[in-house]
């Protein structure tokens, strides 16, 4: 597995870029990804975040955006507002998570 560096710190990432470890993120890590595409953390970028964390910590697959919509209560038009282009893929990236299952 490749291994990136980022404000001091290295992970392990898969050949897309992900996380392969999850306890190898962190917040501050979320922050420095985020400013790599140009996006800047806002309470409801951390809401989305922080949802997608709860909701795998039991094995659960990386949340789809109908799951953040059901499950978290997210509108999804918003969630594309907050994390446009691909949102249920950035969303998971920045969240330290695998890519979600469908996601292209």
Known sequence: MPTNT??????EVNDEGFLTRRD????????DLAALIDLELTDAHWAALRFMRK?????????TLRRMQTVGGF????????????PAKKMA???GLPKPVGCV
Do not use: H, M, N, Q
């Not at 190898?24 to 922050?31: G, K």
């Open 75 to 86: 509108d999804i038009k918003e969630l594309y507002r907050l994390f446009p282009g691909k």
């Open 6 to 11: 980022l404000g001091g710190r290295s992970f």
């Open 93 to 95: 990236w920045l969240a």
């Open 55 to 63: 909701d795998t910590e039991g094995g659960t697959p990386t949340p």
């Open 24 to 31: 190898d993120w962190s917040e501050e890590l979320a922050v």
